[in-house]
């Protein structure tokens, strides 16, 4: 078959397909998490969502809109399609090595292209954009429209415009902008279509608001659209209107590179977050430590499980946020350690032990690294000693203390599988089961000093959970006294 000629038996799959990519993009992408970051390393397993699946079927090739080839007609399909070309058996859900190894490669992909947002909080939208494809020029007003061009290899823009067309008359602005498509696909805020000429191709996404629209798209040169196809679809998934959509205010655009992933992952949404909140974020101490506390050394002999258990405890409390929780120990009269995935965006956050409640408040917070210092008014009646990274000995025995699934103070044991540093924070890898609720908790050696702070685990192996060195919290004497100076 020649390049972008279109069969009529090929016809009804594809459109199939960007019904099926389209109707459930809007939902998949408010809950994704692994394509919302980039990511050094392998993605643990935890932080991958359906949204994520979707997007790396995308971004592999094999699930999306194209005019050249077939392509799956839905998700399923298409994760059937992705395990024949590793030469996997197929079968009914993917593995959870699997699972990682899809979404690395769609991450890599989309990277490749210098894959960023275009979001403009003014106006109310946000759009994908290949920044190594296409630079980005200032957004221009002709009066009727707003017009984002940006232009290199390929040709991106975004038009919003305002009054009409709307979602009342979107069926004619369909028929009108797409009347010689080879694709049309109508949805329910919208339309997709795809237009070829001998020398470009044009793929368009447009989404309808009761007092405007907003039209993205990418026109490419024929001789590279084969190797771009999976842009089109992304891009077509990318596009969202906030429910403050307002093309009559003054346009703020910014081209935002996704931010590398930190030792947790923030639940936040750019495009929605509040205002409010980021600034009490900024009013943070931004070091993430809680000042010079004393460090001890690991003295006399191993005590049992139990033992630590009871010495460490009393020093351990979940951590009750907006949209979850987490845990934190205390480690002197007034201030826990936490994650800052943890507590998110909030100010204030509540402790929970034995039925029981305080407010904490989160005075410093270094995101990148995932550490948060919480402080309280009220005298703690118990707390524990930090152990100095360089005492910790690879093979010891490893004890944590949390709240995993809510289930309060839960101790699981194991033994330090090794030290790492990941973008300049010192870890502590552990073989101590780790589960989600855990986060914040304590790892502790076995005369009950924490050593660290567990962070995040990853399920494609056995045992592997990480946990920030608990002397990253602390401000060495030599800080201090460059501080003073």
């Known amino acids: 078959m020649p390049a972008f000629s279109l069969s009529r038996s090929l016809f009804p799959s594809i459109v199939a397909t960007a019904v099926a990519l389209l109707s459930v993009g809007a939902q998949a992408q408010m809950n994704h998490g692994a394509f919302k970051h980039r990511w050094v390393g392998a993605v643990p397993m935890d932080e991958i969502s359906s ?13 999306g809109i194209g005019l050249n080839k077939a392509v799956a007609d839905d998700p399923k399909k298409a994760m059937e399609a992705w395990q024949k070309s590793k030469k996997y058996p197929v079968t009914e859900d993917l593995t959870d090595e699997q699972t990682v190894e899809l979404v690395k490669e769609g991450l890599k992909k989309r990277d490749a292209l210098g894959w960023a947002i275009l979001r403009d909080k003014s106006i109310g939208f946000e759009v994908g954009i290949p920044t190594k494809l296409a630079k980005a020029g200032p ?30 008359d979107i069926n004619y602005y369909m028929r009108t902008i797409a009347r010689d498509a080879k694709l049309q696909v109508r949805l329910d805020d919208g339309f997709v279509y795809m ?5 470009t191709v044009t793929m368009a996404r447009a989404a309808c608001h009761p007092i405007g629209m907003v039209t993205a798209a990418v026109m490419v040169p024929a001789s590279s659209a084969a190797k771009l196809e999976p842009m089109f679809a992304a891009l077509a998934y990318s596009l969202r209107i906030s429910n403050k959509f307002n093309p009559t205010l003054r346009p703020r655009p910014k081209v935002e590179e996704f931010p590398f992933a930190s030792m947790g992952m923030p639940n936040d949404d750019p495009l929605y977050s509040d205002s409010e909140s980021s600034k009490e974020i900024a009013k943070r101490d931004p070091s993430g430590t809680a000042g010079a506390l004393k460090l001890t050394v690991k003295e006399g002999p191993d005590l049992q499980v ?74 703690l009646p118990h707390w524990v000693a930090i152990r100095p990274y360089d005492d910790i000995k690879v093979g010891e025995r490893t004890v944590a203390v949390g709240a995993p699934f809510g289930l309060e103070l839960t101790a699981t044991d194991g033994i330090v599988s090794s030290k790492r540093t990941r973008r300049g924070s010192k870890l502590v890898q552990t073989s101590t089961p780790v589960s989600p609720g855990s986060s914040g908790g304590g790892l502790f050696d076995a005369r009950g000093n924490l050593i660290g702070i567990t962070t995040f685990g990853m399920t494609t192996g056995q045992n592997l959970n990480f946990a920030v060195a608990a002397e990253e919290f602390v401000v060495s004497e030599a800080t201090q006294q460059q501080a003073a100076h």
């Open 51 to 63: 949204g994520d699946v979707m997007q790396a079927l995308i971004w592999t090739g094999h699930l």
């Open 139 to 168: 957004p221009v007003n002709d009066m009727s429209s707003l017009l984002y061009l940006a232009e290199g290899d390929i040709i991106h823009y975004a038009r919003v415009d305002y009054g009409s067309p709307n979602c009342s």
């Open 195 to 199: 237009k070829r000429t001998f020398e």
């Open 306 to 379: 139990a033992e630590i258990f009871e010495k460490v405890s009393p020093a351990t409390y979940i951590v009750k946020v907006k949209k979850g929780q987490g845990s934190a120990v205390a480690v002197d009269e007034h201030t826990l350690l936490t994650n800052c995935h943890v507590v998110g965006d909030q100010n204030e956050v509540r402790l929970i032990r034995e039925k029981e409640e305080m407010k904490a408040r989160v005075v410093s917070g270094k995101s990148e690294a995932d550490r948060c210092v919480l402080k309280v008014d009220k005298k």
